[in-house]
């Protein structure tokens, strides 16, 4: 007579351990990554602001040559968008007049009134700005130079910045390596 051991199966008090233990690494992970969602957001909205602002300076120089001066300042006030060659999938297009507590997180648009292509910022637990209101950057194209030689480029008058910090996860993740040195400021933007 062989005796099989008695299979059995999780107690309650082993169960609810394993969801304990899965719930703490699940709160971990996500405090650690969360992070992460604010640097892609300023890594997507650096990127397209550097599209711009090259594309604006490359049709700037070519009507120059091509036109003149007055050619050139003819393009202060307009919408940086127009010398994209496809603009960015979350552009709303014009709104004139916009609230922007009405415009959804994460999307451009153009306020040809006040000449703004203005971001609204989705994830602003990791952005600050000194503008009031719904957290948000304005950009406008703005003469660099004198009258008799100027370029034009993409500017953000209002100061602002995105905290990439957060975590030790996510500064590894951003850096390639723990930092042994202690938390570093935000990223700071220069507007100028």
Do not use: C
């Amino acid at each position: 007579m062989s005796r099989h051991p008695h299979n059995r199966g999780f107690t309650l008090l082993e169960f609810l351990l394993v969801i304990t233990l899965v719930g703490i690494f699940f709160v971990v992970a996500i405090e650690n990554l969360l992070p992460l969602t604010g640097e892609a957001e300023r890594v997507s909205v650096e990127r397209n602001r550097v599209a711009m602002d090259s594309n604006l300076r490359t049709a700037a120089a070519e009507r120059l040559l091509r036109d003149g001066r007055e050619a050139v300042k003819a393009m202060e006030g307009r919408n940086p968008v127009e010398w994209l060659q496809r603009p960015p999938t979350n552009y709303l297009g014009e709104k004139p007049g916009a609230n922007p507590a009405n415009v959804p997180p994460g999307h451009w648009y153009w306020d040809p009134e006040g000449q703004w292509l203005i971001y609204t910022v989705r994830h602003s637990r990791y952005f600050h700005s000194e503008l009031d209101g719904p957290p948000r950057i304005r950009f406008q194209v703005e003469r660099e130079g004198g009258e008799q030689f100027f370029a034009l480029r993409l500017v953000s008058p209002d100061a602002y910045h995105w905290d990439s910090e957060g975590s030790e996860l996510a500064r590894w993740i951003l850096r390639g390596r723990p930092d042994e040195s202690g938390p570093q400021n935000a990223h700071e933007m220069d507007t100028r």
